[in-house]
Every structure is written in C-alpha cells, then in structure tokens.
C-alpha cells in the first residue's frame, strides 16, 4: 500500500509532463497487480488461519481494496485535468481524500 501511495504521488506531480505521467501511470498499475496477486495468495492461505479475528480483517482490508485504488486513481485523474492547477488539487485531493484518517488506522488500515 505504501508503494501504491508513492506510484500515486509520482503520477500526480508528473501530470505537465506526458512522457512521465504515462511511466507513473504504468507503475501505479503494476503496484496494484502486486497487491492484488498477494491478496490472490492470502485468500488460499485463509482457511489455514486459527483465529477468526484475522480471517475478518483480511476480508475487511480486500473489501477496502478497491476503494482505495478508486480514490488514488481519481487524484491522479485530476492532476491530469490542467497543468499546474490539477496538480496543485490533484495533490490537495490526494491528502484530503486518499491518506488515511487516525480512525482508518485504529481500525487496521494504514
């Protein structure tokens, strides 16, 4: 999630250039099919898992999944809109919307 954030960043500040916005946007993608090959690989180790408490978190955390991606692409989306002011709200956006809140953490998610 940590590398889904930085893939976000960069494509937000490489927005005025093309050439770099499609290698950031590239990157964002590629750190997304890791998670969700990972997230793949959990799900056949779940019915291992002793504790009811994890298996929920899992669960929790991959439905929270696609939220996430949806949030950090529209960011990236918006600094993609104009220049030097999609940048500036691509960037607000992402810290308004998209970093996690301390009740989002309490809860599990970072």
Same mark, same amino acid.
């Given at each position: ?7 976000? /960043? ?23 099919? /890791? +998670? ?22 899992? *669960? ?15 960011? +990236? ?6 220049? /030097?002011?999609? *940048? +500036? ?22």
């Amino acid at each position: 999630m940590d590398y889904t954030g930085a893939k976000t /960043r960069q494509a937000i500040l490489a927005a005025t250039d093309p050439e770099r916005r499609d290698d950031a946007q590239k990157r964002f993608n590629a750190a997304w099919d /890791r +998670i969700n090959k990972a997230s793949t690989k959990l799900d056949e180790l779940l019915r291992l898992w002793l504790h009811q408490e994890n298996r929920d978190r899992l *669960v929790q955390i991959q439905q929270a999944l696609p939220q996430i991606r949806e949030a950090q692409q529209a960011t +990236i989306n918006t600094a993609n809109w104009g220049g /030097r002011d999609g *940048v +500036i709200k691509g960037g607000n956006e992402y810290v308004d919307k998209v970093t996690p809140t301390p009740t989002a953490r309490r809860a599990g998610f970072r």
